[in-house]
C-alpha cells in the first residue's frame, strides 16, 4: 500500500465522520480537517490547513478554541465541554466538543484531535424537558393548595352548620326527653335510640371533618395537631409512637404547617399500612431557619430504588418539602426499618398562586 493510498483511507475514514472532525499540531495548525468541519466553517480545505483557529473563525471562538487546545496540550488530558456557535442564519447553536492529544512513539504531545458534534436538538429537548417539569410542579403545587384550602373550606362547613344542627337537635331531644312520663314507654325508649343516633352523628362529623382538615392545626398550630394526631393513631392501632419536640412555642407559617403536618400523616399512615413495625419516632427539631422532621420506625423497610417506589404518598410529601423549598430523604433498606428525613426552610411564605400559562 503507498503512502498515497494510506492518506486516501485516512480522509475517508475522517470525511466519513458526520461531525465536524480535525487533527491540530502543537502550535494549534490545522493538520487536517473533514469534509463536515469545511461545510460549517463555509471554506476551501486550501484556505484552512496551515492555519490557527484565530486566523479563520471570529475572535471570541478562536479564543475558546485555542484556550481549550492549549490545555489539553499542556494536561495531556481529554476534555469534553458544549459550546454554542451561530450557524450561517445567526441563530446560535449547541456544540458538544471533545479534544484529545496525539502523542508520538516516544509519547511526547505532538498535537491534538478534536470532534464536535451538533447538540441543538438534545438542548432544545432538554431545556423544553426543564420547562415542562417546572410547570408541571407549579400545577401540582396549585392543586395541592388548592384541595387543602376546599378540605379546609368542607371541614369547618361541616363542623359548624352541620354540628349547630345535630346540637340542636340534640337540645330538642333532651326538651322534649324532660316532658315525657319518667317511667320507661315505647315513646321514651324511641326518644333514647333518637339521642344515640345524634350522638353517634356527632363523632362521626367530627372524624369526618378531622380527617378532611383537622381545626387543631389552624387554632393551635403545628404542634398540637402532631400530638392530636399521634395520639389518635395509637388509639386505633397498637403502634407505640413516640414524640420528641425540641420546641413548642413557635408558630409555623400556614404552608409550613400544612406541609408539615400532611408530611407526619402520610408517614405515619405508611408505617401503620406498610412496615408492620412496633413502634415509631417522630421528632422534629427546630433551628432558626429551619424544620426538620425526622420520622423513623422499626419495621420491615423497602427498597428505596426511585423505580420501585412509584406509588404517590411518598412522592407526594417530597414535592410538599420541595415546593417550600425543602428537601426529604428516604433512609431505608429491607428489613432495616425506614427513616424518613424532611428538612422544611422557615424563612420563605410562599403563597398559592395559579400556575402561569
Ligand atoms: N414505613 C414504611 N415501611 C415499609 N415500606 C414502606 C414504608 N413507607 C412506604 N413503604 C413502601 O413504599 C411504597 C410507596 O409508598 P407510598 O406512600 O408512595 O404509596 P402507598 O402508600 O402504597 O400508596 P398511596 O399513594 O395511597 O400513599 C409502599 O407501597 C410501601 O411498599
Ligand atoms: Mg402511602
Redesign the pocket.
Known sequence: MTSQDTQQQQRALLDNIPDMAWLKDRDCRYLAVNTAYLEILGMPERLVLGKRPDEIWPAEIAEVYLRTDRAVLKSGRRRRYEETRPDPSGTPRWFETIKSPIRDQAGRIVGTVGISRDISERKAAESELIKSRTQLRELSNYLQSVREAERARISRELHDELGQTLTALKMELGWLKERLPSEPTLLRTRVDRLVQIVDHSVADLQRIAADLRPMILDELGLVSAIQWLTQNLSERSPLAIELSLDRTDVAYSKDVSTAAFRIVQ??L???V?????TSARIVARHSANELQLDIS?D????DVTPS??????????SERAHMLGGSMEID?APGR??R?SVRLPLSIDKPATAPSP
Open positions: 402520610e408517614a399512615t405508611n408505617i399500612r406498610h412496615s408492620g413495625a420506625d419495621g420491615r423497610g423497602m420501585k417506589r412509584e406509588r404517590l404518598g411518598l412522592i407526594g410529601m431505608s426499618g425506614t424518613i
